[in-house]
């Protein structure tokens, strides 16, 4: 029940900060964006990108697919609670097209994403927060998908590309797992 609850309120964070970036724009709602995972992070909630980095084994990875459905139901809780798909539609539609337009090319900057985000909680749970505060208005301002934000901008535009949304959960996951790739094969190399 713990991961469900969890796992829904940091959906909730991403979604507030979804719509928050919406309404301000620019480096405004970027770096307001930030919230949400510091939110996250010191609250101990489960978020993907969260997580995507740091799983030791294979049930863990499993889980990771839970806790992606239940950021979703977050999401879009927050969504349809603040009325934003009214409000937002329009402006959250855009993104949605950029997506589209990138098609199965949403995967590489995801990789970005996924990059930055397993950098930024890393650092924060090592009360480093300078990464986390600059990370996270980067990839914003940037426009690397992240597939728990992109959830949101997909429910105010009422337009879900579901296989565009899929490579990015792969880039993000792939995005989260470089930098622990990179230790071992810096790990291997001294050996």
């Known amino acids: 029940m713990n991961k469900f609850y969890y796992s829904v309120l940091a959906g ?29 992070v010191c609250s101990k909630w489960i978020l993907f990108t969260g997580r995507a980095g740091f ?3 294979a049930k ?11 950021n979703a ?42 990059f930055i985000m397993t950098v930024s909680v890393k650092c924060a749970r090592e009360k480093q927060w300078i990464p986390l505060v ?6 914003v301002m940037c426009g690397f998908p992240h597939c728990v934000a992109d959830i949101a901008y997909y429910c105010m535009a009422k337009d879900y590309p579901w296989s565009v949304w899929l490579m990015s959960v792969a880039g993000n996951l792939v995005g989260c797992n470089l930098p ?8 291997a190399e001294n050996t």
């Open 134 to 139: 600059l990370g996270i208005p980067t990839f």
């Open 180 to 187: 622990t790739l990179l230790r071992k094969f810096e790990k």
């Open 60 to 70: 863990e990875f499993l889980d990771l697919a839970l806790i992606l459905l239940y």
């Open 73 to 114: 139901i977050g999401v879009a809780l927050a969504v349809y609670l603040s009325d934003a798909f009214v409000k937002l539609g329009e402006n959250a539609l855009r993104i949605v097209e950029i997506r589209k337009a990138a098609g199965l090319g949403v995967f590489m900057p995801s990789i970005l994403t996924g």
């Open 12 to 40: 909730m964070a991403i979604g507030i900060a979804g719509i928050c970036n919406l309404a301000s724009g620019g480096i405004i709602g970027a770096a307001l964006f930030a919230f949400a995972l510091s939110a996250i």
């Open 55 to 57: 799983f030791t084994n």
